[in-house]
């Protein structure tokens, strides 16, 4: 192959637009277009480049593949190199699949990815897409409950828009741990005090916001301090 010949990637929906280099056709498959992850997980996106020569197979490697989400001057910007994902990041590429591997995944991993080859010019400009990864954090949704005059009796259950593979969850109390290795939903009894939130079991650094019982409502003055008879207040009540 000629070392000056250049090759442009055009990417459609599933996978590029091949382009024919005498009997080789390169392009390349994603094997899915939409993934949803949640905050703190990992994921595993991955492709396929299809060549016809058994020889452009043999020379795919991690040293001369690059995935990329956002376009920089001059060309993509490399994930092993953009300060947002170093340390979180890996490439593999086992022939015919290269898959890019993303850690500690945040909201804001909320992007279009797309695969290249360093020796080869890809269009980044394009607007043709890649794959869209969706992260999203966890909360704790409010199922069921019941008042009584000292506490309330509800079921929680731990969940996000991004339905993950994982059958264990952890569930916070107060800032402790309450239950280790259980299912999304409990039921549980919850005192004014208390404050429930929730973990998936291996991302316990991701914690969902707190719920908690009905707060009693509370009354402010202002202006406050002694009132003179005459003068004119405003009384605000407020409940969380």
Request: proline share 6%; net charge negative.
């Amino acid at each position: 192959m000629p070392s000056d010949l250049v090759v442009d990637l055009m990417f459609s929906d599933v996978l590029c637009v091949p382009v024919v280099l005498g009997q080789r056709a390169l392009g390349v498959i994603y094997t899915q277009t939409q993934i949803s992850a949640v905050e703190g997980g990992a994921v595993d996106i991955s492709c396929s480049p299809t060549f016809t020569s058994a020889a452009f197979l043999r020379q795919i490697s991690v040293k001369n593949s690059l995935w990329f989400s956002k376009g920089g001057v001059g060309g993509p910007v490399d994930l092993m190199s953009d300060p947002d994902y170093i340390g979180r990041v890996q490439y593999f590429c086992d022939p015919p699949l290269c898959t890019l591997r993303i850690t500690d995944l945040r909201e804001s991993d909320s992007a279009e990815y797309k695969f290249s080859l360093r020796r080869y010019r890809v269009e980044s400009s394009s607007g043709s897409p890649g794959v869209n990864l969706s992260v999203t954090a966890l909360q704790v949704k409010v199922l069921l409950s019941e008042y009584t005059d000292s506490y309330c009796r509800a079921e929680l259950k731990c969940q996000s828009s991004c339905q993950p593979d994982h059958q264990s969850y952890i569930w916070i109390k107060n800032g402790h741990e309450l239950l280790r290795e259980t299912s999304s939903s409990v039921s549980l009894s919850v005192y004014p005090a208390d404050r429930y939130s929730c973990a998936l079991k291996g991302y316990e650094a991701f914690i969902s916001p707190s719920v908690y019982a009905p707060q009693l409502p509370s009354v402010s003055v202002s202006p406050s301090g002694e009132i003179v008879e005459g003068r004119s207040v405003t009384l605000t009540c407020s409940s969380d």
